[in-house]
C-alpha cells in the first residue's frame, strides 16, 4: 500500500507558507467559524496568482481561472507595463496625439467551417469586436496564416473570401499579413492570428474598473450560441439542432450606444468563458458585487436544452457576437433602447445591476428564487452526466 | 450520475428497433430504448433521457397530478395571504 | 421546457415553504439528508437552502460515485490508459479527479489519448473507428448509469467487438446509505431519496430504512419543486410520527423499478464481495464486477492493473464530508489548499460533490446576501 500522494503534501507545505500558519480548525461557535472560514477564503483567493501546473493544459486556453493565472503569473509579470496592466480587450496608446487601440487575437477553432460561419468570420469579427468594446472605431487588421501541410487550398479561399466579407460588412481593411506552414499534424489545418488598430474618437474611457453600485448590466442578445454550434458541430456527441454561430461584427451596435448615452462604463463581448467570466472580471477589478436575474437573461431554448442535455451552464458558453454593457443607471433604458434598435441588439436585455456588496463576487437569483454565486470556471465547460 | 432529462419520442430509426430520434426542447439526438424494450414509447410521448439511454416512460397523468397539488397548495397558501391582508383592513 | 420548467416555479415554492416551515416544532432541530450528488447540486444550482427555515439542516450524503471512487482505482484507471494503443474514453466529471500523479486530465495534457464521451455507446463508437486500437470505457456511476454500461457491453458482444471492454467502478446505493445509519457520528431524521437510481431499482429497497431504523424516505425529483415537495412530505411524516417510504417522483420512478434495466446488470455484471468507498472504508457487496461469461470485455483481465491500495491524504476529510459528519467549510483545507482549482478530495472535484457545490454556488453569508437581493 502506498502512502498518499507527494503532491498533496507538497500543495499543503506550500500554503503553509504561503498563510505562515500550520492549518488548524477553528473553535468559535458554527456562523462565526462558517464567517472565518469563508473570510480565510477570501484572502486565499486574493493571494499572488501562481501556475502550479508543470504543463500546459487544455484549461490555460478556456477562459476561465487557469486562463487568468496563467496571464497574470507569466505574462504580466514578465511584460509588466502600465499599458498591459489593465488587461483589457484592448490596449489604448497614446500615439502623437491620437489615441489608438490595439489589440492581438489568435483563431483555432476546431473545426473550421460550422453553422453560421468560419474561422475567417470569427478572425475578423472577433478582432474588430475587441477594438469595438474599447471604444475605438476599427481601422485596419494584420492577419497571419499557419497553415499545416496538406490543408486544402480550396479551404483557404474559402476562408479568406469570409474574412473579405466580413471586413467590408465591419468597415475594416486587412493591410498586412504573414504565411507560414508547418508540417502535416499540427496547426489543425489552419490557424490565424490578427491584430487590429483602431482610433479612439469619442470622450469616453471605457473599462471594467468603472463600473459603481447602482449602474446596470445588459447582455445584447441571447447567450450561448456560439459554444453550443461549435461542441454539436465537431459531431462528437451526436445531437443535431437548429442553431448557428452568432458571429458578427458588434462596431455599428457599439457606435450606436455611444452616440444615444454618454453612461456607459464597460464594455466587453463576451468569448471564451461566456458571460459568467466578464460579470466576474467586473466585480474583481472594480471590487463591486454584480447581481442578475436567471430570468432576465436570455437564452435560445435550443442552446437552453442542448445545455441541459450535456449539464453545461449557457452563463459559461462562448458567444462570438455578443456583448455586455455595464451602464449608469439611470441610463439604462436609453442604453436598452439604442441597442434593441440595432438588428444585432433586438433581444438586449437588462439582466442585472452592481451593487456595493458582497464586492468582488458574481451572485445569480434564480428563477427558482434562490440565491448563489457564479464563479469562474476552472476549465471548459466539461459536459457533466450527473 | 444522476442528470436525467425529459426528451419527446419523434421517431424510431428505421433498421434499428432499439434507437429512437428524441427531442429536448429543439435538440435532437439518437438515443437506445433497449432498457424500455418491454414497453416501448410511441412517438409523442416522453422518456427520461440519461448517458444516451431511455431509463423510464415519463408518467404524464402523474406529472399533471403532481402539478396540481402544487397547485392546491399554491391556492391555499394565496387565499391563506389573501384573507390575512383581508382582516387586517379595518 | 417541458416537465422541467413547471417544476421550478418560484410562485409555488413560497406555499410550501410557508407549509414546511408550519410544521416545524418549536425547539427541535431537523436534519435530513439528501443521499444523491445530482440533489446537491440542484439545492446549490437553485439556492433552495434560501426557503427552508434555520430548523432544518440538509446534510449531503456520499451518493456522487465519482466522489467515492479511491485514489488507488484512478491510478489504476491512469495505468489502463497509459498503455500503448489504447484509447481510454470517460464521462466529464472523471476528468479531473486526482489520483497519486494527477488526473485523466493532465495525463492527456502529457499525450495519453483519453476521451471524453457523453454515452458509453459512443465508446463503442470509438472502438469500432479505431480497429488496430484497444478501447476501455471507465465505467462509473451507481444504478442510475449501470444498466447502460451493461447494455453497451451486450451490444459489443452481439457485434463480436474484441478491442473493446470496460474498467467496472460501478458502486450501488443500499450499502451506503446502510453505513450511514450504522454509523454513530449521525443522528438523522429523514432521508431525501435517491430519484433516478430509483427509476432502476424502484422504491422497494428502501424500506429497511423505514422499517428498522425508524426513518422517513422519500423519493425526489430533480427540480427545485420537486425537492421541496419531498421535504414537505418528509416533515409531515415526522409530524405525524410515521416513517415510511414514499414517492414524489412518480411521474418518473415506477415504484418496483426497471426489470429489462436489472435484468441486463444482472446478466452482465455480479457483486463484488467488497469494494472500498473513499472516506467509508471498505463496504461488502457494494460494488459489481463483470461476469466471467463476459471476461473478454474485462479490463481488468485483459490488462495490467496495479491494484495498489493509495491511503487517502491524512489533510483530506472527504470521507467525513460524505458521510455529512462535517460540513464542507467545517473541513480544514476547504477554500485554501483545496479548492476546484486545486482539488485534494474527490468532494471538491466532482460537480456534484458537497464541497464543489458548496464552493461554486453557496460561499457566501446568507443573510447578507438576502438583504443585497432584495433591495
Redesign the interface.
Known amino acids: 500500500?502506498?502512502?498518499?500522494?507527494?503532491?498533496?503534501?507538497q500543495?499543503?507545505r506550500e500554503?503553509e507558507e504561503h498563510?505562515g500558519s500550520a492549518?488548524?480548525?477553528p473553535t468559535a461557535p458554527a456562523s462565526e467559524?462558517?464567517?472565518q472560514?469563508?473570510d480565510?477564503?477570501d484572502r486565499?483567493r486574493k493571494r499572488r496568482p501562481k501556475v502550479?501546473?508543470e504543463?500546459?493544459?487544455?484549461?490555460h486556453g478556456s477562459g476561465g481561472?487557469?486562463t487568468r493565472?496563467l496571464v497574470e503569473a507569466v505574462f504580466l509579470d514578465a511584460f509588466s507595463n502600465p499599458l498591459l496592466e489593465p488587461l483589457e480587450d484592448a490596449a489604448q496608446l497614446h500615439l502623437n496625439g491620437s489615441r489608438v487601440a490595439l489589440t492581438t487575437d489568435s483563431y483555432v477553432v476546431s473545426p473550421l467551417f460550422f453553422p453560421g460561419g468560419d474561422i475567417g468570420d470569427l478572425a475578423v469579427n472577433g478582432t474588430v469586436n475587441d477594438l469595438a468594446v474599447s471604444g475605438a472605431t476599427p481601422l485596419y487588421l494584420s492577419a497571419g496564416f499557419i497553415l499545416e501541410e496538406g490543408f486544402p487550398v480550396a479551404d483557404l479561399v474559402r476562408i479568406v473570401a469570409s474574412m473579405e466579407a466580413a471586413a467590408r460588412v465591419a468597415g475594416v481593411q486587412v493591410v498586412t499579413g504573414d504565411t507560414k506552414v508547418v508540417q502535416k499534424g499540427k496547426a489543425d489545418g489552419c490557424y490565424i492570428n490578427t491584430a487590429g488598430i483602431g482610433v479612439v474618437e469619442h470622450e469616453v474611457s471605457l473599462g471594467v474598473v468603472n463600473a459603481q453600485p447602482g449602474d446596470a448590466v445588459i447582455v445584447s442578445g441571447p447567450i450561448g450560441d456560439h459554444g453550443v454550434t461549435i461542441m454539436l458541430a465537431r459531431g462528437?456527441?451526436?445531437?443535431?439542432?437548429?442553431i448557428v454561430s452568432d458571429t458578427a461584427a458588434l462596431n455599428g451596435l457599439v457606435a450606436d450606444l455611444l452616440s444615444a448615452t454618454t453612461g456607459v462604463r464597460a464594455l466587453r463581448d463576451a468569448t471564451r468563458g461566456g458571460v459568467a467570466t466578464i460579470l466576474n472580471e467586473v466585480a474583481a477589478a472594480a471590487g463591486v458585487?454584480v447581481?442578475v436575474n436567471e430570468d432576465a437573461i436570455p437564452v435560445r431554448?435550443?442552446v437552453?436544452?442542448?445545455s441541459?442535455?450535456?449539464?453545461i451552464d449557457p452563463m459559461y458558453v462562448a458567444c462570438e457576437g455578443r456583448m455586455v454593457a455595464v451602464v449608469d443607471g439611470g441610463e439604462a433604458d436609453r442604453a436598452l433602447a439604442a441597442l434593441r434598435s440595432h438588428p444585432l441588439g433586438a433581444d438586449a436585455a437588462i439582466i442585472g445591476q452592481i451593487?456595493a456588496?458582497?464586492p468582488g463576487?458574481v451572485?445569480l437569483?434564480?428563477?427558482?428564487?434562490?440565491?448563489?454565486?457564479v464563479?469562474l470556471l476552472?476549465?471548459d465547460p466539461?459536459?457533466?452526466?450527473? | 450520475?444522476?442528470?436525467g432529462?425529459p426528451?419527446e419520442v419523434i421517431e424510431f430509426l428505421p433498421d434499428q428497433p432499439d434507437l429512437a430520434r428524441v427531442d429536448?426542447?429543439?435538440?435532437?439526438?439518437?438515443i437506445n430504448v433497449g432498457l424500455l424494450s418491454d414497453d416501448l414509447p410511441k412517438p409523442g410521448e416522453w422518456v427520461l433521457?440519461?448517458?444516451?439511454f431511455a431509463l423510464s416512460k415519463i408518467d404524464e397523468a402523474e406529472a399533471a397530478a403532481a402539478l396540481q397539488f402544487l397547485e392546491g397548495i399554491g391556492q391555499a397558501y394565496a387565499d391563506e395571504l389573501e384573507a390575512l391582508q383581508a382582516s387586517q383592513i379595518e | 421546457?417541458r416537465f422541467?420548467d413547471e417544476f421550478?416555479?418560484?410562485d409555488k415554492?413560497?406555499a410550501l415553504a410557508a407549509k414546511i416551515a408550519e410544521l416545524c416544532e418549536p425547539g427541535r432541530q431537523y436534519k435530513l439528508m439528501e443521499v444523491c450528488?445530482?440533489h446537491t447540486?440542484t439545492i446549490?444550482?437553485?439556492?433552495?437552502?434560501?426557503?427552508l427555515p434555520e430548523q432544518i439542516t440538509l446534510v449531503h450524503g456520499p451518493g456522487?460515485p465519482?466522489c467515492v471512487i479511491p485514489?488507488g482505482r484512478v491510478d489504476d484507471a491512469m495505468a489502463l490508459a497509459s498503455q500503448p494503443d489504447t484509447i481510454m474514453t470517460s464521462?466529464?466529471?472523471m476528468?479531473?479527479v486526482?489520483?497519486?500523479?494527477?488526473s485523466f486530465?493532465?495525463a492527456?495534457?502529457?499525450g495519453t489519448d483519453i476521451r471524453?464521451?457523453?454515452s458509453p455507446l459512443?465508446s463503442l463508437k470509438v472502438a469500432r473507428q479505431n480497429p488496430d486500437k484497444r478501447v476501455v470505457f471507465m465505467a462509473i456511476?451507481m444504478e442510475t448509469?449501470t444498466p447502460s454500461t451493461a447494455m453497451t457491453v451486450l451490444r459489443a458482444a452481439a457485434e463480436g467487438l474484441t478491442n473493446f471492454s470496460i474498467f467496472n467502478n460501478h458502486v450501488t446505493i443500499i450499502p451506503a446509505i446502510k453505513a450511514i445509519l450504522d454509523s454513530p457520528d449521525l443522528r438523522l431524521d429523514g432521508f431525501i431519496g435517491p430519484g433516478h437510481v430509483s427509476t432502476v431499482i424502484g422504491c422497494r429497497p428502501y424500506e429497511f430504512i423505514a422499517r428498522d431504523y425508524g426513518k422517513p424516505v422519500v423519493v425526489a425529483g430533480f427540480e427545485?419543486?420537486d425537492i421541496l415537495q419531498s421535504i414537505y412530505m418528509l416533515m409531515v411524516q415526522l409530524s405525524e410520527g410515521r416513517s415510511e417510504v414514499e414517492n414524489q417522483y412518480t411521474r418518473v420512478v415506477p415504484w418496483d423499478g426497471n426489470l429489462a434495466a436489472l435484468t441486463a446488470i444482472n446478466k452482465v455484471m455480479e457483486l463484488r464481495p467488497y469494494f472500498e468507498w473513499r472516506g467509508l472504508g471498505f463496504i461488502s457487496h457494494s460494488a459489481m464486477r463483470v461476469r466471467p461469461e463476459y471476461a473478454a470485455f474485462d479490463a481488468e483481465l485483459l490488462f495490467e492493473v496495479p491494484g495498489?491500495?493509495?491511503?487517502?491524504?491524512?489533510?483530506?476529510q472527504c470521507g467525513e464530508v460524505l458521510k455529512g459528519v462535517l460540513?464542507p467549510?467545517?473541513c480544514?483545507?476547504?477554500?485554501?489548499?483545496c479548492?476546484?482549482?486545486?482539488p485534494?478530495g474527490t468532494c471538491m472535484v466532482?460537480?456534484?460533490g458537497a464541497c464543489a457545490a458548496y464552493?461554486?454556488?453557496?460561499?457566501?453569508?446568507r443573510r447578507?446576501?438576502?438583504e443585497?437581493?432584495i433591495?
Open positions: 500500500m502506498t502512502d498518499g500522494a507527494t503532491w498533496v503534501n500543495a499543503l500554503h498563510t492549518i488548524s480548525r467559524r462558517e464567517q472560514v469563508l480565510r477564503i486565499a502550479r501546473e504543463r500546459i493544459t487544455m484549461s481561472k487557469a493565472t462528437e456527441l451526436d445531437i443535431e439542432a437548429d458585487g447581481l431554448p435550443v437552453r436544452g442542448a441541459e442535455l450535456l449539464g451593487t456588496d458582497p463576487i451572485l437569483k434564480t428563477a427558482f428564487g434562490g440565491t448563489r454565486i464563479d476552472v476549465g466539461l459536459p457533466r452526466i450527473c | 450520475m444522476c442528470l432529462i426528451g429536448v426542447s429543439g435538440v435532437r439526438r439518437v433521457i440519461h448517458v444516451g | 421546457m422541467v421550478r416555479s418560484a415554492a413560497h450528488g445530482g447540486h446549490y444550482k437553485h439556492g433552495l437552502e434560501d426557503y456522487c465519482v485514489m464521462f466529464g466529471d476528468m479531473r486526482p489520483g497519486s500523479k494527477g486530465f493532465d492527456k495534457a502529457q471524453m464521451v457523453y459512443d456511476g448509469t427545485p419543486l495498489v491500495r493509495v491511503a487517502d491524504p491524512k489533510a483530506c460540513k467549510w467545517e480544514k483545507v476547504f477554500g485554501t489548499a479548492t476546484p482549482e486545486t485534494i466532482s460537480p456534484e464552493y461554486n454556488f453557496g460561499r457566501m453569508n447578507r446576501v438576502v443585497v437581493s433591495s
